[in-house]
């Protein structure tokens, strides 16, 4: 099922830097006369907001298969209910995670197979995938040097070990070479107007192929 709308999702490692990428391009697209709806996974509705605070924040341990299903669970009511109508609307959507994360940390991470987290992120968003998607890759060692320096509480993924975030890079890394002309892979480690001129570059081209996201006013 195609839409007017243009669907571009950031990915890549816990302190990789999506958050001020998703910022800065949204800031662009406005300026572009452009209606943006930006959103994450988990947390981008009500009820994924009570999503994140099990699968990130609540206490005691949750089995890798549950873990996936509440991931499941949480995108096919976000897609359903804010990005499947916001791309029908003609608008942009950013979003921070979406199934590329699933497949790298329920997989890849917590040593699920991969094809079967694929396959039940697609099923859950009826089989929507991004229009780019846009991998920050940061070494896991440098991420967290960064997460040290901006955080005092960390979230269940945050708090694994190296190598739990080795594999995660790794996985992320993998999809991308297998989906190329979906993925944009950047390093994450050079200046952040460096990455958003760039991320810029790729997407402005996009936007003529969707034209009915322009603001007419």
């Given amino acids: 099922m195609t839409s007017p709308g243009l669907f571009i999702t950031l990915e890549g490692g816990d302190g990789s830097g999506k958050s001020t990428q998703a910022a800065l391009l ?38 890798p298969r549950a873990e996936a299903l509440l991931y499941a669970a949480d995108r096919a009511h976000h897609i359903s209910t804010k990005v499947r109508p916001a791309l029908d609307r003609g ?32 099923w859950a968003a009826e089989g929507l995938l991004p229009d780019l998607t846009i991998l920050l890759d940061l070494d896991e060692t440098e991420a967290r040097r960064r997460l040290d320096g901006a955080r005092t509480r960390f979230d269940r993924l945050e708090n694994e070990k190296s190598e739990f975030h080795a594999r995660v890079r790794a996985a992320f890394l993998d999809l991308a070479a297998k989906e190329p002309d979906r993925f944009l892979v950047l390093d994450a480690s050079l200046p952040a107007e460096t990455l958003a001129a760039r991320i810029r570059g790729v997407v402005e081209p996009l936007l003529s192929r969707h034209p009915a996201g322009t603001d007419a006013s």
């Fill in 26 to 63: 949204e800031a662009w697209l406005v300026g572009e006369h452009r209606t943006v709806v930006r959103t994450r996974e988990p947390g981008g509705t009500d009820f994924g907001t009570e999503v994140r605070e099990i699968v990130l924040h609540s206490r005691g341990d949750i089995s």
């Fill in 91 to 122: 608008d942009v959507v950013i979003q921070d995670r979406y199934l590329d994360s699933s497949v790298a940390y329920q997989g890849a991470g917590r040593v699920l197979d991969s094809a079967e987290i694929r396959r039940l992120s697609l």
